[in-house]
């Protein structure tokens, strides 16, 4: 099958071509030939005022549910959530029932999703049933097809257990991820603590919480010399800590959430059951500071932490909903309407997605050169639309951003010989 990609600005910081207005054609995966003008008949053409292409963005942090929770996700409703937001790779947590905490149930998720047009790797847990009191089998996950290791949404408490996973891990130069958060503070807040927290007579959940645990793993991956993710950091004093680590030559990275640079905890003043996330939304002052963090390169990656619920978890008392938002098909769209602009380029945006989450998690990157296996996501930059829940791909529908203005627009995928096109 030929696919022809007319008047395409390619966006790829590692290609020859980066930069330049092409014609792409694609057989059978593979792209055929790069020119400025190609005239050859395909199957398949896609042309479309704006259009840029890069190689496949990446998500790290998505809880597909499957095994287990299939009435809010399923491997294949979350690919094709991902395939809708522009990823072709995504890392998917190890939340699911059973845990995915052996190599059996990596290789479900491996073989599960062999066919999709998306590449999905699991996450494998540190812990036996992500409890955060003993190891679980890494190694024999790694060597099943676990592409990093963390508890996912419940972050190891003991310090002597991360330290343990840091040093397990190197062993195959593996990457651990931790949501930092420091569960004996703070334990039943609901929202950040603050201002906002009294006015609505909601427990708060203060920044100390999370940066305790990013102070003590920086400190760990120091001592075990091992590489450590943070994801999901809010609080500008964690984004300071980080910075500093990195510095000093620590082998630390971070992502942030594309809901975290949107909204503050001043949007939930009409306890908006969707915007309870964890962890939760902060202070103007620190999106200000991860806004920053994005563009000055502390920030590595963006992370959608896509989390479905069904209907019965979100429509209820603000106390007993359920934490969580979908994120993968929004996200581009809240990247470009929060920090795209003149000083920050849309080449930086992409690098953010691309290249560096395989960096940090040890993948190799597509290229967009001929005679290379196509790997590549479509899209317009520019485009401004109000986002609709018709655009939804996943089983559940939990988006705050509904009905909000968001700018920059995903075309589609192209991967392991598949199309999937908005």
Same mark, same amino acid.
């Given at each position: 099958? #030929?696919?022809?990609?007319? /008047?395409?600005?390619?966006?790829?910081?590692?290609?020859?071509?980066? &930069?330049?207005?092409?014609?792409?054609?694609?057989?059978?995966?593979?792209?055929?030939?790069?020119?400025?003008?190609?005239?050859?008949?395909? @199957?398949?053409?896609?042309?479309?005022?704006?259009?840029?292409?890069?190689?496949?963005?990446? *998500?790290?942090?998505?809880?597909?549910? *499957?095994?287990?929770?299939?009435? +809010?996700?399923?491997?294949?409703?979350?690919?094709?959530?991902?395939?809708?937001?522009?990823?072709?790779?995504?890392?998917?947590?190890?939340?699911?029932?059973?845990?995915?905490?052996?190599?059996?149930?990596?290789?479900?998720?491996?073989?599960?999703? +062999?066919?999709?047009?998306?590449?999905?790797?699991?996450?494998?847990?540190?812990?036996?049933?992500?409890?955060?009191?003993?190891? $679980?089998?890494?190694?024999?996950?790694?060597?099943?097809?676990?592409?990093?290791?963390?508890?996912?949404?419940?972050?190891?408490?003991?310090?002597?257990?991360?330290?343990?996973?840091?040093?397990?891990?190197?062993?195959?130069?593996?990457?651990?991820?931790?949501?930092?958060?420091? #569960?004996?503070? =703070?334990?039943?807040?609901?929202?950040?603590?603050?201002?906002?927290?009294? /006015?609505?007579?909601?427990?708060?959940?203060?920044?100390?919480?999370?940066?305790?645990?990013?102070?003590? @793993?920086?400190?760990?991956?120091?001592? $075990?010399?091992?590489?450590?993710?943070?994801?999901?950091?809010?609080?500008?004093?964690?984004?300071?800590?980080?910075?500093?680590?990195?510095?000093?030559?620590?082998?630390?990275?971070?992502?942030?959430?594309?809901?975290?640079?949107?909204?503050?905890?001043?949007?939930?003043?009409?306890?908006?059951?969707?915007?309870?996330?964890?962890?939760?939304?902060?202070?103007?002052?620190?999106?200000?500071?991860?806004?920053? $963090?994005?563009? @000055?390169?502390?920030?590595?990656?963006? !992370?959608?932490?896509?989390?479905?619920?069904?209907?019965?978890?979100?429509?209820?008392?603000?106390?007993?909903?359920? @934490?969580?938002?979908? &994120?993968?098909?929004?996200?581009?769209?809240?990247? &470009?309407?929060?920090?795209?602009? !003149?000083?920050?380029?849309?080449?930086?945006?992409?690098?953010?997605?691309?290249?560096?989450?395989?960096?940090?998690?040890?993948?190799?990157?597509?290229?967009? +050169?001929? =005679?290379?296996? !196509?790997?590549?996501?479509?899209?317009?930059?520019?485009?401004?639309?109000?986002?609709?829940?018709?655009?939804?791909?996943? #089983?559940?529908?939990?988006?705050?951003?509904?009905?909000?203005?968001?700018?920059?627009?995903?075309?589609?995928?192209?991967?392991?010989?598949?199309?999937?096109?908005?």
């Amino acid at each position: 099958m #030929k696919v022809l990609i007319k /008047q395409a600005r390619i966006i790829s910081p590692h290609s020859p071509f980066n &930069g330049h207005t092409k014609d792409i054609l694609i057989t059978d995966g593979i792209i055929s030939k790069i020119d400025d003008a190609i005239s050859e008949k395909p @199957d398949q053409l896609i042309e479309q005022e704006g259009l840029s292409v890069s190689i496949g963005w990446m *998500d790290i942090f998505s809880n597909f549910g *499957d095994p287990g929770h299939e009435y +809010k996700e399923t491997l294949e409703t979350g690919a094709k959530a991902a395939a809708a937001g522009g990823f072709t790779d995504v890392l998917v947590l190890p939340n699911t029932s059973p845990v995915v905490h052996s190599k059996s149930q990596v290789e479900y998720i491996v073989q599960k999703s +062999k066919s999709f047009a998306v590449n999905i790797h699991p996450i494998g847990a540190v812990t036996k049933n992500t409890e955060g009191k003993e190891l $679980a089998e890494m190694y024999d996950m790694h060597q099943s097809g676990a592409l990093a290791f963390g508890d996912g949404i419940n972050p190891i408490q003991s310090a002597g257990i991360v330290l343990k996973a840091l040093q397990y891990v190197k062993s195959f130069d593996g990457t651990l991820i931790q949501i930092p958060e420091d #569960k004996s503070i =703070g334990a039943n807040g609901l929202i950040n603590e603050g201002i906002i927290s009294t /006015q609505l007579g909601l427990p708060g959940k203060p920044t100390i919480a999370e940066e305790i645990l990013v102070a003590r @793993d920086i400190k760990l991956a120091q001592y $075990a010399d091992s590489k450590l993710h943070f994801t999901g950091v809010s609080s500008a004093k964690s984004i300071e800590y980080i910075k500093r680590a990195k510095e000093a030559g620590i082998n630390v990275s971070c992502s942030v959430t594309p809901y975290h640079l949107f909204f503050t905890d001043t949007n939930m003043q009409d306890y908006d059951t969707n915007l309870k996330v964890n962890p939760p939304l902060r202070t103007e002052t620190d999106r200000q500071a991860l806004l920053k $963090a994005v563009a @000055d390169g502390t920030v590595d990656c963006i !992370a959608s932490h896509h989390f479905p619920q069904n209907w019965d978890g979100k429509t209820c008392e603000f106390e007993y909903a359920k @934490d969580g938002m979908i &994120g993968l098909e929004s996200l581009f769209g809240v990247l &470009g309407s929060s920090v795209v602009n !003149a000083q920050w380029p849309i080449e930086q945006s992409v690098e953010m997605l691309s290249v560096n989450p395989r960096k940090i998690f040890g993948i190799a990157l597509p290229e967009i +050169k001929e =005679g290379a296996t !196509a790997c590549l996501t479509l899209f317009n930059a520019e485009e401004e639309y109000v986002f609709d829940e018709s655009m939804i791909q996943s #089983k559940s529908k939990n988006s705050a951003l509904v009905g909000k203005k968001l700018k920059g627009k995903v075309i589609g995928i192209i991967n392991k010989g598949k199309i999937e096109l908005n």
